[in-house]
């Protein structure tokens, strides 16, 4: 789901081109040796066969080409404006940032399809769940959500068997296995008041993209596969250290965590991700290990944010300080006014 994946984009580009090429030279040696020597029957089948090489060429680089394609078309007004009223970390981005995180937004909504479940699905409500897939993974420019297929939209909570009506609808979110395998379930209230209600450290899109992001690898384990080697025992160490604290009451972090280390990831991440300035202080270590898996600082990120809003530009020399010039007037009566 990245910008244009370039380095993807290349090497799938490249391998078509060898396919087709093996293909062409294939098919050309049973041309040149068919056992007739009439060379428009010849000639028709060396023509064939450059179809049949450009449509498979075609077919191998569509994925790409066709969002080359979508990044032409100007991304929607409407999109942004959700962007901006709802989601605080398209706001703390930079402007070349922000370009990329609607490329992204774009790319995901093109290719993933979500259905409302006895609701209606608006923009709104895809923006939020496209929000909440590239988030995690927006440090990698390479990802792709190749465990995902399909999001479904229900109207609230429901059950751990999918029942929306009855007792036991205590779910917000969950990413399907068995024969849901590939799908993943939000609850239509749960998705929007993540992003809407600010600093809670909970998140239920961000919490279940972080989930695919721990099963990429084919089982769920809590260990990500961004996740350096040499980190992985530091990474154990942390979350066995954190849930013994937060079984004991002595952690903020949402006792659910405490669930195991499957659930600790996801919910550890809706703190990084939505109170990143509070958990830098009282979690260094926690914190410091998700940078490291999602490559993102997310406290300098807010931190240039505001500085942007304060219209910061560094330090910058009083008006009534000397001036520099060595006039020895005030700097506001001698250089501050030319």
């Given at each position: 789901m990245p910008q244009t994946a370039p380095e993807k984009a290349k090497l799938v580009t490249r391998l078509a081109y060898a396919v087709s090429g093996i293909l062409f030279f294939a098919g050309l040696f049973l041309i040149s040796n068919a056992h007739t020597s009439a060379l428009w029957?010849?000639?028709?089948?060396?023509?064939i066969l450059?179809?049949?090489?450009?449509?498979?060429?075609?077919?191998?680089?569509?994925?790409?080409?066709?969002?080359?394609?979508?990044l032409r078309y100007p991304f929607p007004s409407e999109w942004r404006t959700i962007l901006t009223n709802d989601v605080t970390f398209y706001r703390q981005l930079e402007p070349e940032?922000?370009?990329?995180?609607?490329?992204?937004?774009?790319?995901?909504?093109?290719?993933?399809?979500?259905?409302?479940?006895?609701?209606?699905?608006?923009?709104?409500?895809?923006?939020?769940?496209?929000?909440?897939?590239?988030?995690?993974?927006?440090g990698f420019k390479e990802w792709e959500y190749n465990n995902l297929g399909e999001v479904l939209i229900y109207p609230g909570?429901?059950?751990?068997?999918?029942?929306?009506?009855?007792?036991?609808?205590?779910?917000?979110?969950?990413?399907?296995?068995?024969?849901?395998?590939?799908?993943m379930i939000?609850?239509?209230?749960?998705?929007?008041?993540?992003?809407?209600?600010?600093?809670?450290?909970?998140?239920?899109?961000?919490?279940?993209?972080?989930h695919l992001l721990d099963s990429s690898d084919g089982e769920f384990d809590g260990i990500p596969t961004l996740l350096k080697r040499k980190?992985?025992?530091?990474?154990?160490?942390?979350?066995?250290?954190?849930?013994?604290?937060?079984?004991?009451?002595?952690?903020?972090?949402?006792p659910y965590g405490a669930t195991n280390r499957v659930e600790f990831f996801a919910v550890a991440s809706e703190y990084f991700f939505e109170?990143?300035?509070?958990?830098?202080?009282?979690?260094?270590?926690?914190?410091?290990?998700?940078?490291?898996?999602?490559?993102?600082d997310m406290q300098s990120r807010i931190t240039t944010a505001l500085r942007d809003m304060m219209h910061f530009t560094g330090k910058r020399?009083?008006?009534?300080?000397?001036?520099?010039?060595?006039?020895?007037?005030?700097?506001?009566?001698?250089?501050l006014i030319q």
């Open positions: 029957i010849k000639g028709m089948g060396l023509v450059l179809g049949i090489c450009w449509l498979l060429f075609r077919y191998l680089t569509q994925k790409y080409r066709r969002r080359n394609e979508l940032e922000r370009t990329r995180f609607e490329h992204n937004i774009h790319i995901f909504l093109d290719e993933k399809r979500i259905t409302g479940i006895k609701t209606e699905v608006d923009d709104r409500v895809k923006v939020l769940v496209a929000a909440s897939a590239v988030i995690p993974i927006f909570n429901f059950s751990k068997d999918f029942e929306q009506t009855g007792t036991g609808r205590t779910v917000l979110g969950m990413v399907g296995d068995g024969p849901m395998n590939r799908i939000l609850s239509k209230p749960a998705l929007i008041s993540g992003f809407t209600i600010e600093k809670d450290g909970k998140n239920v899109g961000i919490h279940e993209f972080v980190y992985i025992m530091p990474w154990l160490g942390i979350i066995h250290k954190e849930i013994k604290k937060i079984k004991k009451g002595k952690s903020s972090i949402n109170r990143p300035k509070e958990m830098q202080r009282r979690y260094p270590d926690l914190y410091e290990m998700l940078t490291q898996i999602f490559q993102q020399v009083g008006r009534n300080a000397p001036c520099p010039c060595g006039s020895g007037k005030k700097y506001k009566k001698c250089c």
